[in-house]
Nanobody
């Protein structure tokens, strides 16, 4: 059984920063990509960022490019999302997800395990 646990969410003012963490535990058997998604009230869950199995390749949604940075520490089985210059439209529940394979991808169907989410609220 694979489990993902996010932390680091909270409330911040416009222009502030937060760093999300996601620890993967359980029997994963093989290397895998990791991703972050978010879901705002009344909206569908959307892709935010992803990183391939060894951290060599990343992908970002256009809305967060230049502001967010995804990284991973495979020794700690942890993936991070550094979020800078936060905007009100970044307010959402953020979910980490474990990829089915090695490359960084953007589609929800390419992820097989999900965390329970952490709330990020950006106020003006």
């Amino acid at each position: 059984q694979v489990q993902l646990g996010e932390s680091g969410g909270g409330s911040v003012q416009v222009g502030g920063s937060l760093r999300l963490s996601c620890v993967v535990s359980g029997r994963t058997f093989s290397p895998y990509a990791m991703g972050w998604f978010r879901q705002a009230p009344g909206k569908e869950r959307e892709f935010v960022a992803s990183v391939d199995w060894n951290g060599g390749s990343t992908r970002y949604a256009d809305s967060v490019k230049g502001r967010f940075t995804i990284s991973r520490d495979n020794i700690k089985n942890t993936v991070y999302l550094q979020m800078n210059t936060l905007k009100p439209e970044d307010t959402a529940v953020y979910y980490c997800a474990k990829g089915r394979g090695l490359p960084a991808t953007t589609m929800r169907a390419t992820y097989d395990y999900w965390g329970q989410g952490t709330q990020v609220t950006v106020s003006s």
